[in-house]
């Protein structure tokens, strides 16, 4: 017999490690000479050197080490793909599995909280030049956070009320807890970097500083060209997500299904659960082999018992007014007879965010897709201007967005030092 | 079909069920403790210290070390003897005997004069005892007249072995201390007595770890803490090594015989010092101990354990052939020889097994920084490359190696000039 697993929807999901569990952990650690899971990950976290740190009862040590290679390591604790970063090139996968990482990750940076550490000090001579980051996501957080490191004057704009783009708005909070993104920021800002939120910045705003970095995210919905989709009822997921996270009241509907195979789409389908929807599906036109989507998420709207249906992709969606169904075709040479009909209060496409229109903020040149062309190195067309994070890269991991943020802040100041472009 | 061996054994001339006994205590203080270890199958008890001194305890009186979130590495205690009435004591212990005829109970006494000693073994005779321990190695007695400080001092271990001997025929062993230079001639003091064996080791006075709340030691009582005995499995080396020694001492027999001792398999010495399995009580017998004592992994798990170290000595003899514990009590003490007699001629290569290898390369950094240098590491492969010129045969990759029968034995290499013969290795490693 399955046992459905109870929670709430502004509840951490899993527990975290103490003292002894941490150390416990650390100890299978086979502590690596060229440790494979350091090199696993993008923004540089260093792993290999902070368990190192936590086995020799040096907690703190490790909340350093995380927090002076990734400004977000809170949160990245909370969703980084470990299974495919770290985790899946631990040496102790030639054992039995691997260290849990992440856990530890969260463990150190909970110390680093627990005994009010300040791990980080922007010098107090300050450089003349200041720099702009557009957008308070992770990708402009990480870039802001070099920066105010290497003694700039960086002030962070945004369009909503609190920071933190898409881990503020974009994350169920059972996975990632608003607590932990707010403790991330606390970092950023006390490295002096000032922040206005609640308004759009205008590009004479901009002019005024000496270079900008555009991390806007992607936030543009996506919802597929099929019937029905203008119907009430009908969200794409950032919206959905938003709108859970942000109104009091948010009532998601009774039925709600959820198309897509990503980590979105999990978020979408758990915050549908958690918040009282009866009957919650997701629904992925691909196999779960080719899902996105990290298997210990999908293990997790299983366990609160949600469906997973594949092979089916959305052909219409039926309804007067309110959507009421929603209706599925199987896949092309693999389920191409099959049809389902699903009865829906709710359906939330969740297959990915597409730019906004943003040409006026930024005179840089965008791909047809209207994302910023720019660099691994968070270069754009246009000399002041860098960017990086999901609106150049399509929409990826925090993690990789962290790391295109490092990278881009090493341009920023090459740039404003040698006048590099 | 479980597996049948007999694990009976003589002791002292006394018939015990099992070599498997509870050292003298917290673990075996009063009745009802002792008849629930003796129902679980241990096969007798060294019941706890009883003194004419009644103990008046500290509190908290524990702790323990740990290592890398593996707990009770080693255990500090700073329990005294008896803190019950002495007669109290020898009543539980007359029931016990009554009750439990086949059982073996040993009533472990500790005087500090001539006269109580005296007292006690009386007691202990009239209690119906079937071997007397005297305690002469509790490192954290409140007097110095009893305890390790009178078990250091080989003229008091002679003198009141002398005066328990001479008062009773039970026969006297006598509770060694390892806070000593050498166990020996302590060990030869209580023989010359009248003491019929000896027994070893006591705890080990210790620091188990610093308060920095109360800048003092641990356990913390009010805000200060003493020195006392530590146990456990961290203590079994040191324990080992001293009940070698004293086996290895050809004037314990000689002594034995002299005083009409012997009963008839020489020195029957009983193994103390962090017994938790029964392979820890099979490396005590093959070092020539006839039975073992164990308190620490008691209080930890509890008197369960014993269960797994009756059905583990007996897989462990039918896999080696033996049919009785004599088949191979003292097996290793012709093969521990002093270092200058070691064959020096040759080293022994380690060899790698690159399939179970996972790439850790704590080989290759244990090599380097603490041995010769003698792996090198293959950045792209992750995987280590013996320099044979270099490597001396130390085994540090081997014992680091966290995978199992990844590196183990390889060629053995001769030195210049040095005579080849036939030379044993260890083959397997757990």
Known sequence: ?421 | MAVKKDLSIKYLGVDCENPFFLSSSPVGGCYDMVAKCFETGWGGVFFKTVGIFVADECSPRFDQTNKEGLPWIGFKNMEQISDKPTEKNFEYIYKLKKDYPDKVVVASIMGSSDKEWRDLAKMADQAGADLIEGNFSCPQMTSHDMGSDVGTNVELVEAYSKAVSETTNIPFIAKMTPNCKNMEEPARAAIKGGAAAVSAINTIKSITNVDFENNTGMPVVNGKSSISGYSGAAVKPVALRFCAQVMQDPEMNKLLKANKKDFGYGHEMSGIGGIETWRDAAEFLSVGCRNVQVTTAIMQYGYRIVEDMISGMRHFMDEKGYNKLDDFIGCVLPNLIPAEELNRDFKVFPKFDNKKCVGCGRCYISCYDAAHQAIDWDEKKRRPILLEDDCVGCHLCLNVCPVQDCITTGEIKWKKGRKKVKVATKQHFD
């Open chain 1, 1 to 421: 017999m399955s046992k459905v697993e109870k929670a709430k929807y502004t509840a951490e999901a899993q527990a975290g490690f103490n003292h002894r569990t941490a150390m416990e952990e650390a100890a299978r650690c086979l502590l690596c000479h060229d440790a494979p899971c350091s090199e696993g990950c993008p923004a540089g976290t260093d792993p290999g050197k902070f368990i190192r740190s936590i086995r020799f009862r040096n907690a703190k040590g490790a909340a350093e080490t995380i927090r002076e290679n990734n400004i977000l390591g809170g949160s990245c604790a909370r969703i980084c793909p470990y299974d495919r970063l770290c985790e899946e090139a631990c040496s102790r996968c030639g054992i039995d599995k691997p260290i849990q990482i992440g856990k530890l990750q969260r463990y150190a940076i909970e110390q680093e909280k627990i005994f009010k550490m300040k791990t980080l000090k922007a010098p107090a001579k300050k450089m003349k030049e200041k720099v702009a980051c557009v957008g308070a996501g992770p990708a402009s957080l990480a870039c802001a956070a070099e920066l105010a490191k290497a003694g700039y004057k960086v002030t962070v704009f945004d369009r909503e009320e609190k920071a933190g783009g898409v881990m503020t708005y974009g994350i169920v909070p059972t996975r990632l807890p608003q607590k932990v993104v707010d403790h991330d920021i606390a970092q950023v800002k006390g490295l002096g970097v000032k922040f206005v939120l609640g308004k759009k910045v205008k590009p004479a705003e901009l002019e005024a500083f000496d270079a900008v970095f555009v991390g806007v995210g992607l936030w543009g919905a996506k919802i597929p060209s099929i019937k029905g989709t203008n119907l009430k009822g009908v969200y794409a997921a950032a919206d959905f997500l938003k709108q859970a996270r942000t109104k009091k009241a948010f009532k998601p509907g009774k039925k709600v299904v959820v198309v897509g195979g990503g980590d979105v789409a999990v978020d979408c389908a758990v915050t549908a659960k958690l918040l009282g929807a009866e009957d919650v599906r997701i629904v992925y036109r691909r196999t779960l082999e080719e899902a996105p989507g990290n298997m210990t998420e999908f293990q997790y709207a299983l366990s609160l018992g949600i469906g997973i249906t594949t092979n089916m992709a959305p052909s219409s969606v039926v309804g007067t007014n309110k959507v009421e169904a929603v209706k599925f075709k199987g896949r092309a040479k693999v389920t191409e007879k099959s049809e389902l009909k699903l009865e829906a209060n709710t359906v939330v496409f969740a297959i990915g965010q597409g730019a906004e229109d943003f040409s006026n903020l930024a005179p840089v040149k965008l791909t047809e897709k209207g994302m910023v062309k720019a660099t691994a190195k968070g270069k754009t067309s246009t000399k002041k201007y860098f960017a990086g994070g999901d609106i150049v890269n399509g929409g990826k991991t925090v993690v990789e967005a962290v790391a295109s943020g490092k990278e881009a802040a090493v341009s920023i100041i090459e740039f404003l030092q040698k006048g590099v472009k």
